[in-house]
């Protein structure tokens, strides 16, 4: 929305990204939405919560994404109506758009458990060399 593109330009993305959940989570609650742009616009405001290590955060607006998009491929071959919004081509690209934030997501989570867990190990070395310097 306006608003969350008028954060965006003060560089206050923490801001457009509360301001993003809230409007997402509203619309989802009030049923008054577009599916495939609620889907994207879910799997973006992911995409800022890998970048602060939220993961969890990540994790819940991309199975959010996945859920709606899912739910509208769904009804979309089931139907008999050809609903010219939601076009076969417009759904399979906008799921291989969450898709390639899911990726994102992974790859992010496994380079900074690496970080994380190479952190430890270093810290346990550190530790345990101190403490063997200690007892000479």
């Not at 609650?29 to 990540?58: H, I, K, R």
Request: aromatic share 8%.
């Amino acid at each position: 929305s306006g608003i969350n593109a008028e954060y965006g330009v003060r560089g206050d993305n923490k801001q457009a990204a509360a301001h993003c959940h809230i409007t997402l989570q509203r619309q989802l609650e009030a049923e008054d939405f577009d599916p495939l742009d609620w889907g994207l616009n879910c799997a973006t405001l992911s995409q800022y919560y890998v970048t602060m290590n939220n993961y969890q955060s990540a994790r819940h607006t991309l199975a959010c994404a996945s859920s709606v998009i899912s739910n509208v491929q769904q009804s979309s071959e089931n139907s008999s109506y050809s609903d010219e919004s939601y076009d076969n081509e417009k759904i399979v690209k906008t799921r291989a758009d969450i898709e390639r934030c899911w990726i994102k997501f992974c790859v992010n989570l496994l380079k900074d458990s690496v970080a994380d867990l190479e952190a430890s190990d270093l810290s346990d070395k550190s530790f345990k060399n101190n403490r063997n310097e200690e007892h000479v």
